[in-house]
């Protein structure tokens, strides 16, 4: 894993969001260029892969009472 990854890896769930929504903010402005907008789009969607992975860690890590008032693991 390169050392960029792991410092991505660090990041809180609400920090990898705000990234994606400035990919997105670059995206929608028509001065970037094509290629630059791929580039965007590129990280943007690793960025979401990674909110994902986040969430998946977060859900199971979350607790659920029971039916019978036990706590369960998510």
């Given at each position: 894993?390169?050392?960029?990854d792991?410092q991505?890896n660090d990041l809180?769930?609400e920090?990898?969001?705000?990234q994606v929504e400035q990919?997105?903010?670059?995206l929608?402005n028509?001065?970037?260029?094509?290629?630059e907008?791929?580039?965007?789009?590129?990280e943007g969607?690793?960025?979401l892969?990674l909110?994902?992975?986040?969430?998946?860690?977060i859900?199971?890590?979350?607790?659920?009472?029971?039916?019978?008032?036990?706590?369960e693991?998510?």
């Amino acid at each position: 894993m390169e050392q960029d990854d792991m410092q991505q890896n660090d990041l809180k769930l609400e920090e990898v969001l705000i990234q994606v929504e400035q990919c997105i903010g670059q995206l929608e402005n028509p001065q970037v260029p094509l290629e630059e907008a791929f580039r965007y789009y590129e990280e943007g969607i690793k960025k979401l892969r990674l909110c994902n992975e986040k969430i998946d860690q977060i859900e199971k890590k979350m607790l659920v009472i029971g039916s019978q008032g036990e706590l369960e693991e998510f």
